[in-house]
């Protein structure tokens, strides 16, 4: 009689690491100093977030102090004055391993994209049910909510939203409204921030200030007599 095969166990890559949260005197952190991201406007936004949930994600970092993951946050804790925050210290093989980790993190976070209908839906009960708490605690701005309520047949150039929201406002007459021009990528956004944005606003508040220009310019009497 043949003896059956043992199936061979499968067999795991991944180190394993015993890893611990302990809390911190944010004066004992310090960043690295070769970090490659920009995240000052990032950390701004991210400030106003741990108001409504507190620091929750640990900071990555090697005995020396030193960051590995989670600069943003650390300096959004910085922002508001914290003393300590949660920290995991990680033992690398060496500094260049600590410094692919650093890089590896920060890239893993730009590989997933949003299903766009699947936010549409969640974000939406969730602002339905919490008109004036969901914004606040998602992190959304308000161009950022008004672009997920575009629908499918929304405009696919800057020119044909203007043409749109022009026969909306003027149909509504709401010429003199406070009206949200609503277009449909972050393209259409980008081209409008360049053309018509605030070059010394920073972050969000860039994107804000473009858009309040926008709005005027399409409802200016300026425009409306060279058209």
Do not use: C
């Amino acid at each position: 009689m043949r003896k059956k095969k043992k199936t061979p166990k499968r067999r795991t890559d991944v180190p394993f690491r015993q890893l611990q949260i302990e809390y911190v005197p944010i004066s004992a952190l310090k960043e690295w100093k070769k970090n490659p991201r920009r995240n000052d406007d990032a950390a701004e936004r991210l400030a106003g977030l741990m108001e409504q949930h507190g620091f929750i994600v640990p900071v990555i970092a090697t005995r020396d102090g030193t960051i590995r993951a989670g600069h943003t946050r650390y300096k959004s804790a910085k922002l508001k004055g914290m003393k300590k925050v949660p920290v995991i210290y990680v033992d690398f093989d060496s500094e260049e391993d600590a410094e692919l980790f650093s890089i590896s993190d920060n890239r893993s976070h730009e590989w997933s994209e949003w299903d766009q209908d699947m936010l549409r839906t969640v974000f939406g009960e969730l602002l339905e049910a919490h008109p004036d708490k969901a914004p606040r605690m998602a992190g959304l701005t308000h161009i950022e909510i008004e672009g997920l309520r575009i629908s499918d047949s929304a405009p696919d150039t800057l020119q044909e939203a203007i043409k749109e929201f022009e026969r909306e406002v003027s149909d509504a007459g709401l010429e003199d409204e406070w009206v949200w021009v609503m277009v449909p990528d972050a393209d259409t956004v980008a081209l409008l921030a360049k053309r018509f944005g605030n070059p010394k606003a920073k972050g969000a508040a860039k994107r804000e200030l473009s858009w309040e220009r926008v709005r005027k310019l399409l409802l200016s009497a300026k425009r409306k007599k060279s058209t």
